[in-house]
């Protein structure tokens, strides 16, 4: 907190439950190991550990963890191969079907899709176990943990379930990533999306009774954190 103070990122007049200010607080704070928390010109990411991606594919946003992946990866473009859930995208990943440059999208996993958001580690795990960690991305509006690796976007928002952008990718189309200047798109025209938008139709919901599915019925979309709201 002391190193952050020095670019004014904190409000140091805050109240602790010390009775002090933050800033109160920090003032006699030394760095007494500069590898273990480094000084503000030796970053180990000058950017942070995550970026929020924004185009045509996810207007609402997404979120990658861009320190973990690899430099080859943080500008991409390749072909979408199109899964509707987790356990189909596995079994393609497993199988040997998807190779080098592919752009793996799962939907329909998102907060009302899943329902729940369910986290995609596994699919990433498939993807680095069959030696593609460097060369694949996955894009879904499901969630990843921090264990997550490689060119992992997830919380595509507004989600598959209520007709978001995702829900639109056909097979084959070219998805560009940009993390440096924080873009996800498809190189699809607006003509085309908003034809295929017009044609699409909202999914049977996984789950039709109990709890599961009044959270379903009532949760947001990842970008508005999956809370519950009353029409």
């Known amino acids: 907190m002391k190193e952050l103070s020095e670019l004014n990122l904190l409000k140091e007049d805050c109240m602790t ?3 002090k200010t933050i800033g109160e607080a920090i003032a006699g704070a030394v760095n007494r190991n500069p590898e273990v928390i480094r000084l ?3 970053p180990y990411s000058k950017t942070g550990g995550l970026a929020v991606l924004k185009g045509n594919l996810a207007p ?7 320190s973990a992946v690899v430099e080859e990866m943080m500008v991409h473009e390749g072909p979408a191969r199109v899964f509707d859930c987790e356990e189909d995208a596995i079994a393609a990943i497993k199988g040997g079907k998807i190779v080098e440059g592919d752009v793996v999208v799962i939907r329909y996993e998102g907060p009302k899709g899943g329902p729940g958001m369910r986290e995609m580690l596994n699919p990433t795990s498939a993807i680095a176990g069959m030696g593609l960690g460097s ?3 996955l894009i879904t509006d499901g969630r990843f943990s921090g264990a997550s690796r490689g060119a992992s976007i997830g919380h595509v928002s507004p989600e598959a379930a209520v007709g978001g952008p995702i829900a639109l990718v056909e097979e084959g189309d070219i998805i560009a990533i940009d993390i440096p200047n924080m873009k996800l798109d498809i190189k699809v025209s607006d003509e085309e999306l908003a034809a295929r938008k017009a044609k ?5 919901p996984k789950v039709t009774s109990g709890y599961a599915a009044r ?3 009532m949760v947001t979309s990842g970008n508005r954190g999956a809370v519950l709201e009353l029409d």
């Open 17 to 19: 439950v010390t009775g």
């Open 215 to 217: 959270y379903a019925k």
């Open 60 to 66: 609402d946003g997404s979120v990658v963890k861009r």
């Open 200 to 204: 699409w139709q909202p999914r049977e």
């Open 135 to 137: 060369s694949v991305a």
């Open 40 to 42: 503000l010109d030796n």
